[in-house]
């Protein structure tokens, strides 16, 4: 299969976890857009690794999982102590500070 | 294989002895959260971090004055991932001394032994959990090690000779300021919210960093600058592919910076986090993420220079006049420093696009005195508590009610705080004149007269929102209701605040007074290499 299939199917992941961040409202599924576009990325760096013929793509894939796990915990830290306090993730409500 | 241990053996660790002091400090700083009594804990990780960023600062001094250093910048590391040069050094000299200018604002507490921080972050605000911790004298003592993470992160980040070093020291700055923004004392539900924007915001814009930094890759198969730098300048028929990537890049990078249209997050971030972490973060963030994109514009892409320039000088004008007209509506005061902030980034854009040396070292000073400034504003609005009429002291006063009659309540901080309002209008004999002019002429000089005139007009605009706080402090009358809360007092500490803001006011004063020695320095400086 061409490289163009995988830069393709990158685009649209990414396309899809940006749609993703703008509509929903459950903090969570927010999150779990932005996570689906570091894997966009990642996908990218690997197809064009091929392409190229060069491994810095593909370490550039492992830095990206492991900060992507990094984020994780910070992100679902801060959506859990927001959660315990008023017992919602709808990014709607945040809503205190304001012009 | 031995060519790479011999790579590691000879590295010249000396050189990257700032990093590694902060970044091991902070390990340190998270094993002392394991080890040491609880007591002794508060004490040992402010000198620990103290220590660190003297240490780290005063190494970047001694090479950044060595002029066979500076003359010969390197790469460090086997892959070659850092550059040393003398702009990266004058940004990690930037860093450090606004670092620890905000870990003494950090540190500080008042004599009721009241800080900055909530006891325990893991209760829930209004709790009985988090009254008990209240009441046991609890300290959040991690914050220290995580403003070491994120100052070590800053150290890299302008220092990047590689984009993925670039997206790792991102997120290592980043990650620290997302939490410790959630970690005010009072108004935590504020602070919590603004902890999740930040993160929500920060995150998408780190994947758009990376997703450009993919589609660069895949232009030009590199991912060091120069490589790509030496790529661009041979049209390979991947041109689409890669401006996609480099605008893609920018908007990450200008996210960070806060240039409008990427600045949303700014004023709820600004308000919201724990005044002293506002300080330090709008400081040194800003330092940090200018080096960033500076390297990536100069030493990246200057072959694209034509195809990005329309788009940053229309970022840099939007940023300009938004955060002026925005921000004179404003009737928070943190707030209305954060569309201040918004605005100072766009006249330091003005200095970086006019892709001039004269431009690049306006903007280097700018960020060097504006980062001190911005750290002695928000250590006095720290100080200023706002206290109702049974005389307890609660929260800092934000409003601009309250700040009503400051100047005879705390005439000092009043004064103190006026100064540095007239450094960010730029007014002559402050640092802030000096600056400004300096990215001005650069301007004109390039025949940027649209960028130069929009930035004179705004800076006009803005000195009326400073003056209008200084009229409020100064010769506005007792309100004719009692604002909401209390009035604001200037409030008794255990003096590193004061200490703070006096060397950030002396070097505003004496650069606003003498800048020719430090603009020499910053000249000297203001190269860029990529060996």
Same mark, same amino acid.
């Given at each position: 299969?061409?490289?163009?299939?995988?830069?393709?199917?990158?685009?649209?992941?990414?396309?899809?976890?940006?749609?993703?961040?703008?509509?929903?409202r459950?903090?969570?599924v &927010?999150?779990m857009?932005? @996570?689906?576009?570091?894997?966009? %990325?990642?996908?990218?760096? *690997?197809?064009?690794? =091929?392409?190229?013929g060069?491994?810095?793509?593909?370490?550039?894939?492992?830095?990206?999982m &492991?900060?992507?796990?990094a @984020?994780?915990?910070?992100?679902? %830290?801060i959506?859990?102590? *927001?959660?315990?306090? =008023?017992?919602?993730?709808?990014?709607?409500?945040?809503?205190?500070?304001?012009? | 294989?031995?060519?790479?241990?011999?790579?590691?053996?000879?590295?010249?660790?000396?050189?990257?002895?700032?990093v590694?002091?902060?970044?091991g400090?902070?390990?340190?700083?998270?094993?002392?959260?394991?080890?040491?009594?609880?007591?002794?804990?508060?004490?040992?990780?402010?000198?620990?971090?103290?220590?660190?960023?003297?240490?780290?600062g005063?190494?970047t001094?001694?090479?950044?004055?060595?002029?066979?250093?500076?003359?010969?910048?390197?790469?460090l590391?086997?892959?070659?991932?850092?550059?040393?040069?003398?702009?990266?050094?004058?940004?990690?000299?930037?860093?450090?001394?606004?670092?620890?200018?905000?870990?003494?604002?950090i540190?500080?507490?008042?004599?009721?032994?009241?800080?900055?921080?909530?006891?325990?972050?893991?209760?829930?605000?209004?709790?009985?959990?988090?009254?008990?911790?209240?009441?046991?004298?609890?300290?959040?003592?991690?914050?220290?090690?995580?403003?070491?993470?994120?100052?070590?992160?800053?150290?890299?980040?302008?220092?990047?000779?590689?984009?993925?070093?670039m997206?790792?020291?991102?997120?290592?700055?980043?990650?620290p300021?997302?939490?410790?923004s959630?970690?005010?004392?009072?108004?935590?539900?504020?602070?919590?919210?603004?902890?999740?924007?930040?993160?929500?915001?920060g995150?998408?814009?780190?994947a758009?960093?990376?997703?450009?930094c993919a589609w660069v890759?895949?232009a030009?198969?590199?991912?060091?600058?120069?490589?790509?730098?030496?790529?661009?300048?041979?049209?390979?028929?991947?041109?689409?592919?890669?401006l996609?990537?480099?605008?893609?890049?920018?908007?990450?990078?200008?996210?960070?910076?806060?240039?409008?249209?990427f600045?949303?997050?700014?004023?709820?971030?600004?308000?919201?986090?724990?005044?002293?972490?506002?300080?330090?973060?709008?400081?040194?963030?800003?330092?940090?993420?200018f080096?960033?994109?500076?390297r990536?514009?100069?030493?990246m892409?200057?072959?694209?220079?034509?195809?990005?320039?329309p788009?940053?000088?229309?970022?840099?004008?939007?940023?300009?006049v938004?955060?002026?007209v925005?921000?004179v509506v404003?009737?928070?005061i943190k707030?209305?420093?954060?569309?201040?902030?918004?605005?100072?980034?766009?006249?330091?854009?003005?200095g970086?696009?006019?892709?001039t040396?004269?431009?690049?070292t306006?903007?280097?000073?700018?960020?060097?005195?504006?980062?001190?400034?911005?750290?002695?504003?928000?250590?006095?609005?720290?100080?200023?508590?706002?206290?109702?009429?049974e005389?307890?002291?609660?929260?800092?006063a934000?409003?601009?009610d309250?700040?009503?009659?400051l100047?005879?309540?705390?005439?000092?901080?009043a004064?103190?705080?006026?100064i540095?309002?007239?450094?960010?209008?730029?007014?002559?004999?402050t640092?802030?004149?000096?600056g400004?002019?300096?990215?001005?002429?650069?301007a004109?000089?390039?025949?940027a007269?649209?960028?130069?005139?929009?930035?004179l007009?705004?800076?006009a605009?803005?000195?009326f929102?400073?003056?209008?706080?200084?009229?409020?402090?100064?010769f506005?009358?007792e309100?004719?209701?009692?604002a909401?809360?209390?009035?604001?007092?200037?409030?008794?500490?255990?003096?590193?605040?004061?200490v703070?803001?006096?060397?950030a006011?002396?070097?505003?004063?004496?650069?606003?007074?003498?800048?020719?020695?430090?603009?020499?320095?910053?000249?000297?400086?203001?190269?860029?290499?990529?060996?």
């Open positions: 299969m061409s490289v163009t299939a995988y830069l393709v199917l990158a685009c649209v992941l990414f396309a899809i976890g940006g749609t993703t961040v703008l509509v929903r459950n903090s969570i &927010v999150f857009g932005i @996570e689906l576009m570091l894997n966009a %990325a990642n996908l990218a760096f *690997l197809a064009f690794s =091929r392409m190229w060069t491994l810095d793509g593909q370490l550039a894939a492992f830095f990206v &492991v900060v992507a796990a @984020e994780v915990v910070v992100g679902l %830290a959506i859990v102590s *927001l959660f315990r306090t =008023r017992r919602t993730v709808s990014v709607d409500d945040e809503s205190l500070l304001r012009h | 294989m031995s060519s790479a241990s011999d790579a590691f053996l000879s590295l010249d660790w000396g050189r990257l002895a700032p590694l002091i902060v970044l400090a902070a390990v340190a700083g998270v094993l002392v959260e394991a080890f040491v009594p609880r007591k002794a804990r508060r004490p040992v990780q402010i000198i620990l971090s103290l220590l660190a960023v003297v240490a780290a005063l190494v001094l001694m090479m950044a004055l060595d002029p066979d250093k500076r003359a010969v910048p390197i790469s590391s086997s892959a070659q991932s850092l550059t040393l040069d003398p702009m990266a050094m004058y940004l990690q000299l930037a860093v450090c001394a606004s670092a620890l200018l905000g870990l003494l604002v540190a500080d507490r008042t004599v009721q032994g009241d800080d900055a921080f909530t006891p325990q972050a893991a209760s829930v605000p209004g709790s009985e959990y988090e009254d008990q911790a209240r009441r046991a004298g609890l300290v959040q003592t991690d914050v220290y090690p995580l403003v070491l993470f994120a100052t070590g992160g800053m150290l890299l980040f302008p220092a990047a000779r590689d984009l993925l070093t997206f790792v020291a991102l997120e290592v700055l980043s990650l300021l997302y939490l410790l959630g970690l005010a004392r009072h108004r935590r539900l504020l602070s919590q919210e603004a902890s999740l924007k930040y993160f929500l915001l995150a998408t814009a780190s758009f960093f990376l997703f450009g890759y895949g030009t198969g590199q991912l060091t600058l120069t490589g790509i730098g030496l790529q661009t300048g041979q049209h390979l028929g991947m041109d689409p592919i890669l996609v990537g480099v605008i893609l890049i920018c908007v990450g990078l200008l996210f960070k910076v806060g240039a409008v249209p600045h949303s997050w700014t004023p709820d971030v600004y308000q919201g986090a724990p005044t002293p972490i506002t300080g330090f973060m709008a400081a040194c963030t800003k330092i940090a993420a080096g960033a994109l500076l990536v514009l100069y030493s892409v200057p072959t694209l220079e034509w195809d990005i320039t788009a940053l000088w229309t970022v840099a004008i939007l940023t300009m938004v955060g002026t925005v921000g404003q009737k928070d707030r209305m420093l954060a569309y201040s902030a918004i605005a100072h980034a766009g006249f330091i854009l003005t970086v696009v006019t892709f040396s004269e431009g690049l306006g903007s280097l000073f700018y960020l060097f005195t504006y980062g001190l400034a911005t750290v002695g504003g928000f250590g006095v609005i720290a100080l200023i508590r706002e206290v109702d009429a005389g307890h002291m609660r929260g800092e934000t409003s601009l309250q700040w009503r009659g100047g005879r309540r705390s005439p000092v901080l004064s103190v705080f006026a540095f309002l007239l450094t960010f209008a730029g007014i002559p004999l640092s802030g004149f000096v400004k002019f300096a990215v001005f002429a650069a004109f000089g390039e025949g007269w649209a960028l130069g005139l929009v930035g007009a705004c800076s605009v803005a000195a929102f400073y003056f209008r706080v200084i009229v409020v402090m100064f506005a009358g309100p004719a209701e009692p909401r809360g209390g009035l604001g007092v200037g409030v008794r500490t255990q003096g590193l605040t004061q703070a803001i006096t060397v006011l002396i070097a505003t004063l004496v650069l606003g007074i003498v800048p020719g020695w430090f603009l020499d320095f910053t000249g000297d400086l203001s190269l860029l290499v990529v060996p």
